[in-house]
C-alpha cells in the first residue's frame, strides 16, 4: 500500500516525474495524470525533483511566443494582415510565422515589445514598435511570397 502519512516521505509519479506531499494525493494516483505514485524520500523527492526541471522543456518559452502573439493580433490586427495579404496557407500559420518572424525581429534588434511594468488592462501599454519598418515589411513579403515560375 503506497498511503504512508509519514512526514519523512513524499509520493512520487515516475509518469509525470513530479512529487507531492501524501495529503495531496487520493486513490493512490497522481493527480496531475492519475498514473501510479510510490513513496520516496525527501532526498530523493528533491533530486528527482531537480533532475525532472533540468531535462523538461520550460513553459516560459511558449508563455513568451504567446504573449508575443497576443501583442500583434490585438484588435483583429491578425485577422487584417492575414486579409490583406491573402497567403495560401491556413489562418494559424500565418500566426504562426509572423509571429515567429517578429521573435526573430526582437532577438536582431529591429522590433520591441514594449509592456507595463505590472499587468494593466489598458491593452495600448502593450505593443510592438519597429526600428526598421521597411524591413518588417520585406522579411513579412518574404515569408509569404509566391515561389517564381520555373520558364
Known amino acids: 500500500m503506497v498511503r504512508r502519512t509519514s512526514a519523512n516521505t513524499y509520493l512520487w509519479c515516475d509518469r509525470c516525474r513530479r512529487s507531492f506531499a501524501h495529503e495531496e494525493v487520493s486513490d493512490e494516483a497522481c493527480p496531475v495524470c492519475a498514473g501510479a505514485v510510490r513513496p520516496v524520500g525527501k532526498f530523493e523527492a528533491l533530486a528527482r525533483g531537480f533532475m525532472a526541471n533540468e531535462l523538461t522543456a520550460s513553459d516560459l ?27 495560401d496557407v491556413p489562418y494559424n500559420r500565418f500566426e504562426a510565422r509572423v509571429t ?13 515589445f514594449v509592456l507595463p511594468p505590472a499587468p494593466s488592462a489598458d491593452e495600448s501599454a502593450y505593443r510592438v514598435e519597429f526600428d526598421d519598418e521597411e524591413r518588417f515589411v520585406h522579411e513579412l513579403a518574404a515569408l509569404f511570397a509566391e515561389p517564381e515560375l520555373a520558364e
Open 61 to 87: 518559452r511558449s508563455r513568451h511566443r504567446q504573449l508575443i502573439r497576443l501583442i500583434w493580433t490585438r484588435n483583429g490586427m491578425g485577422e487584417q494582415y492575414y486579409r490583406v495579404i491573402a497567403p
Open 100 to 112: 515567429d518572424l517578429l521573435a526573430r525581429g526582437a532577438e536582431e534588434g529591429w522590433v520591441r
